[in-house]
């Protein structure tokens, strides 16, 4: 099996790549590749509709690297932390550029291959886990349109110092379950 990890963060070794690699390790994947959007050139979604009359996305950046792998993928973890009240910009962009991976309109089916499984990893400094619920359940659904099965939501509260999900033994173990089914799907 492959498996990819889209670490959203700007901070390495921050929360959302503790937890995303944990997830990976235990999905038992052999053939990993991560990849850390804050380092790379992606541009915005540019709204042309070529992905829909060409079916693949006209913009030629570093996207083009992780659109391959997702395809090639079984499991994708994406990690992206909250940042005032959302997910962060650069899981946006990402997600905006997964576009690509859609059909034309009305029905906008997915050309992704069937059986892919997904988990979105969501760190966040406030304690409230509630708080920003309903907006990660929007995000999940928005990866599960693009073509995903069953997405995983790990939501990682009262997280602030670099790394620190490494010392919360409940969310290393949360994130080993997410891994193990993950795999077992």
Known sequence: MKAVGIICSPRRNGNSEVLVREILKSSGCKDVEVF????????????????????????????????????????VVFGAPIYMSGLNGQFKIVLDRLFAFLGPAPEFKS????????????????????EYETHLNQMKAAVASIGFEDVKVLQAPGLNGLGEAATRPNLMEEARKIGQSLAQA
């Open 111 to 130: 050309r992704l291959p069937k059986g892919k499984r997904a988990a979105l990893v969501a760190p966040q400094g406030y304690e409230n886990v509630k």
């Open 36 to 75: 850390y959007p804050n380092e790379m050139d992606i541009k915005g979604c540019q709204a042309c509709y070529s992905c829909k009359e060409q079916g693949k996305c006209a913009v030629n950046d570093d996207m083009q690297k992780i659109y391959k792998k997702i395809e090639d993928a079984d499991i």
